[in-house]
């Protein structure tokens, strides 16, 4: 198993820009999230998917988007790129919704916005 | 709204001795929290899940305890390694949502 992969590792965008930060997991699991962590703040939630077809938004989500077409990808992407988004990101997965199962985590997308 | 505290934010020990890490929360209404491990640069990795109805859980050198009813949660290291330096955070979940302290970065002195 890769677990939870993501692409690119780095990336750097101007204001306004858009893109698509990449996610895959190959391990069969329903519940997908996505967080931002800054520095002193911790990981805060952005969006999650709790199965294919349904997602949901977070704790920041504004200026993301997501969505689930598959049970193995759940792409994020930025509509218009803020200097306010330069942040690490990161992909996490987990068997099941219930909160019974750990979640991993992918290595992260360091973005900066120029 | 669920706000998680860890404390201290860093630490620094000699090698070999034990010490605790601290976890808080305000809403005791969880369905688990779990331990992660963070070292520069890299993703989080799992150390330690505990569910609600448990109180405490062991990997190795490492112990989890948690308290629901007083929001708290510690994770003991024995006999710390250097190899053991890295940022420690705690996260509880609840209802699809989960809310991280901001981590204690330890490190540990040959």
């Known amino acids: 198993n890769a677990g939870v992969t993501q692409t690119p590792k780095f990336q750097v965008l101007k204001t306004g820009q858009s893109m698509t930060l990449q996610c895959a997991q190959d391990?069969?699991?329903?519940?997908m999230s996505w967080y931002r962590q800054d520095p002193g703040m911790g990981l805060r939630l952005i969006h999650y998917s709790v199965g294919a077809g349904i997602t949901d938004q977070g704790e920041v989500p504004n200026g993301y988007n997501v969505s689930r077409s598959t049970t193995e990808d759940f792409p994020l992407r930025l509509l218009s790129a803020a200097p306010s988004q330069t942040s690490v990101y990161f992909c996490?997965?987990?068997?099941?919704?219930?909160?019974?199962?750990?979640?991993?985590f992918g290595p992260g997308t360091r973005l900066t916005v120029t | 709204k669920q706000e998680v505290t860890q404390i201290p934010a860093a630490l620094s020990v000699p090698e070999g001795e034990n010490l605790v890490l601290n976890c808080s929360f305000t809403?005791?209404?969880?369905?688990?929290l779990q331990w992660f491990r963070q070292d520069p640069g890299k993703g989080l990795t799992s150390l330690l899940l505990?569910?609600?109805?448990?109180r405490e859980q062991t990997s190795g050198r490492l112990n989890a305890s948690l308290d629901k009813s007083s929001g708290r949660s510690t994770l003991y290291i024995a006999a710390s390694q250097p190899g053991d330096s890295a940022t420690y955070l705690c996260?509880?979940?609840?209802?699809?949502?989960?809310?991280f302290g901001a981590g204690t970065r330890l490190t540990v002195k040959p």
């Open positions: 505990i569910q609600s109805s448990q």
């Open positions: 996260a509880v979940y609840n209802n699809n949502d989960m809310r």
């Open positions: 996490a997965s987990s068997y099941s919704r219930a909160g019974a199962y750990e979640q991993y």
């Open positions: 391990m069969n699991h329903e519940y």
């Open positions: 809403d005791s209404a969880i369905y688990n």
